[in-house]
C-alpha cells in the first residue's frame, strides 16, 4: 500500500502565487521527510528536508509545514515562478539505513 | 564530476532481448538503489544494495538482476524484455549517516522495449 499519499496529482499556479502540495503518512515511526524536485528528463534532486522535531523549516522561497499530530507536511513554495515548474515528490523513512518512501508526485506548472 | 552516473541515457530495443544498465558513484556512499518510473512519473523502489549486499528486493520479476561488482557501482541487468519494462529506471546513492540524508540519483536511463 502507498504510505506516503500525495496530493494534488496536478497544480497550475500563476506567477508570484504559492503553491502548496499536500502530504500524509501513517507509520509513526517515520522520522525524515524530504522534498524531491525533478525537471524534464533529470533525476529527482533533493529540494528540503525536515525532521519531526520541528514544526516548519524555510529554505529560501521554500517552505516545509509539518504536523506530527495530523501525520502530515507540506510544501509551501513562494511567489512561485516559471522555473519552479516541474515535479514534486514528497517522501518518508525511518532514517539512516532505510528505504525512502515516496509520495506519488506533483507536476506543477507555474504560469508566467 | 558527476556524482551519479548511468550508461545508456537511451536504450530501445525489442521484446525477448537482454540488456544492461550500468551506474556509478563517486561520492563514496554505502548504499545505491535502482528505481523504475513509470509514465505517470510513479518512483517504485526495485533494489538497495549496502556494501555490495542487497537489503531490499521488492516484488520485482527475476528477469531483474542487480549486480555491485564494488561500492562505487550497481548495474541492472534485465533478461527476456517486455513491452511493460518501459520506463526510465534511476539509480541512487545514499549517505548511511545522520545528518542530512539525502538520496543522490543519476540522470536516469530511458527504456524502449518494441
Known amino acids: 500500500q502507498q504510505q506516503v499519499k500525495q496530493s494534488p496529482q496536478s497544480l497550475i499556479v500563476q506567477k508570484g502565487g504559492i503553491s502548496i502540495i499536500n502530504c500524509a503518512y501513517e507509520?509513526?515511526?517515520?522520522?525524515?521527510f524530504p522534498w524531491y524536485q525533478q525537471f524534464p528528463g533529470k533525476g529527482p534532486a533533493l529540494l528540503i528536508a525536515?525532521?519531526?522535531?520541528?514544526s516548519e523549516k524555510k529554505e529560501g522561497r521554500f517552505t516545509i509545514s509539518f504536523n506530527k499530530s495530523a501525520k502530515q507536511f507540506s510544501l509551501h513554495i513562494m511567489d512561485s515562478q516559471p522555473g519552479d515548474s516541474a515535479t514534486y515528490f514528497c517522501?518518508?523513512?525511518?532514517?539512516?539505513?532505510?528505504?525512502?518512501?515516496f509520495g506519488t508526485g506533483t507536476s506543477l506548472t507555474v504560469i508566467p | 564530476d558527476t556524482a551519479v552516473s548511468q550508461t545508456p541515457k537511451y536504450l530501445v530495443t525489442q521484446m525477448g532481448n537482454d540488456k544492461s544498465i550500468k551506474c556509478e558513484q563517486n561520492?563514496?556512499?554505502?548504499?545505491m538503489y535502482w528505481y523504475k518510473q513509470d509514465s505517470k512519473k510513479f518512483l517504485k523502489i526495485m533494489f538497495s544494495?549496502?556494501?555490495?549486499?542487497?537489503?531490499i528486493n521488492e516484488t520485482v520479476p527475476n528477469r531483474f538482476s542487480p549486480k555491485s561488482p564494488d561500492k562505487a557501482h550497481l548495474n541492472l541487468h534485465i533478461n527476456s524484455l517486455e513491452l511493460g519494462d518501459s520506463a526510465v529506471y534511476f539509480c541512487?546513492?545514499?549517505?548511511?549517516?545522520?545528518?542530512?540524508?539525502?538520496?543522490?540519483f543519476g540522470p536516469g536511463t530511458r527504456l524502449t522495449v518494441l
Open positions: 541512487a546513492s545514499r549517505t548511511s549517516g545522520r545528518g542530512t540524508d539525502t538520496q543522490y
Open positions: 507509520n509513526t515511526a517515520f522520522d525524515y
Open positions: 525536515i525532521r519531526p522535531d520541528v
Open positions: 517522501a518518508a523513512s525511518k532514517g539512516p539505513g532505510n528505504q525512502f518512501y
Open positions: 561520492l563514496g556512499h554505502d548504499t
Open positions: 544494495y549496502n556494501n555490495k549486499e542487497l537489503i
